[in-house]
Structure formats: structure tokens, C-alpha cells
């Protein structure tokens, strides 16, 4: 299906706000972190205009966002996607946060543990 250029951001929106969850979860938002999250975006704006969500990167890192936030807003993502669709978008998902806290070099324990939880909610 096609998707309207809200639902794009949205959905660049939320996958940003899923993948700052993660780099931060340790308490570090490293420079690498930060550099692939940026990196991704950049890739994310040759389908659709992310400058929106680039310039929001500050606002996100200063929330405070829980994990079963980030279920609920991945959730949300889903809805109106068929089963196939929805495996795709997970496995995409699930690829990127895997990405994300590989990015550092230093995969730590709430960042894995975080993972698994998102992993036995979604997956």
C-alpha cells in the first residue's frame, strides 16, 4: 500500500525515537551511535523528506522513553499493515536496533536486554 508522506514520518519519526531508545540505553549516546542513527536518516531521505525528524534528533534524546513506550509506539506502526507486511517492517526493525547497539563496539547488558525484551513483546 502506499503510504502518505504523514505516515512516512511518522514512521521515520518513531524508527529515530526506536533507535535513540536503544543507543542510549546504556546511559552513552556515542559519537558512532550517533553517526549511524544520522546515517540511516540520510539513507531514509532519498525515499521521503526527513529534515523534520533530523532537526527533532536533540528534542528526542531529552525525553525520557521506556521501553514499553517504544512497544506501544511500534505497535501503533503496524496497524493497517498485513501479516507479511508487518514481518517485514519487524525484521527491519529488528535489524536496525541490532545495528544500532553494534555501532559503539560495545553491545552492553541493558542494551541487550532491552533488545530481548522488544524482541519477546513484537517478535
Same mark, same amino acid.
Given at each position: 500500500?502506499?503510504?502518505?508522506?504523514? $505516515?512516512?514520518?511518522?514512521?521515520?519519526?518513531?524508527?529515530?525515537?526506536?533507535?535513540? !531508545? !536503544?543507543?542510549?540505553?546504556?546511559? *552513552?549516546?556515542?559519537? /558512532? $551511535? /550517533?553517526?549511524?542513527? *544520522?546515517? %540511516?536518516l540520510t539513507k531514509?531521505?532519498?525515499?521521503?523528506? &526527513?529534515? *523534520? &525528524?533530523?532537526?527533532?534528533?536533540?528534542?528526542?534524546?531529552? /525525553?525520557?522513553? =521506556?521501553?514499553?513506550?517504544?512497544? #506501544?509506539?511500534?505497535?501503533?506502526?503496524?496497524?493497517?499493515?498485513?501479516? &507479511?507486511? /508487518? =514481518?517485514?517492517?519487524?525484521?527491519?526493525?529488528?535489524?536496525?536496533?541490532?545495528?544500532?547497539?553494534?555501532?559503539?563496539? =560495545? =553491545?552492553? #547488558?541493558?542494551?541487550? #536486554?532491552? %533488545?530481548?525484551?522488544?524482541k519477546k513483546a513484537?517478535?
Amino acid at each position: 500500500r502506499e503510504k502518505t508522506e504523514r $505516515e512516512y514520518k511518522s514512521a521515520c519519526a518513531r524508527s529515530a525515537e526506536t533507535g535513540l !531508545f !536503544f543507543a542510549k540505553a546504556d546511559g *552513552e549516546y556515542s559519537i /558512532k $551511535e /550517533k553517526s549511524f542513527i *544520522e546515517s %540511516f536518516l540520510t539513507k531514509l531521505g532519498n525515499y521521503g523528506d &526527513v529534515n *523534520e &525528524v533530523k532537526d527533532n534528533i536533540e528534542a528526542y534524546l531529552s /525525553k525520557s522513553i =521506556a521501553l514499553d513506550q517504544i512497544i #506501544a509506539d511500534t505497535k501503533a506502526l503496524l496497524a493497517g499493515f498485513n501479516d &507479511v507486511e /508487518k =514481518a517485514g517492517i519487524l525484521a527491519s526493525l529488528a535489524g536496525f536496533i541490532e545495528n544500532v547497539i553494534k555501532s559503539d563496539n =560495545a =553491545a552492553t #547488558a541493558p542494551e541487550v #536486554a532491552n %533488545f530481548e525484551a522488544w524482541k519477546k513483546a513484537l517478535l
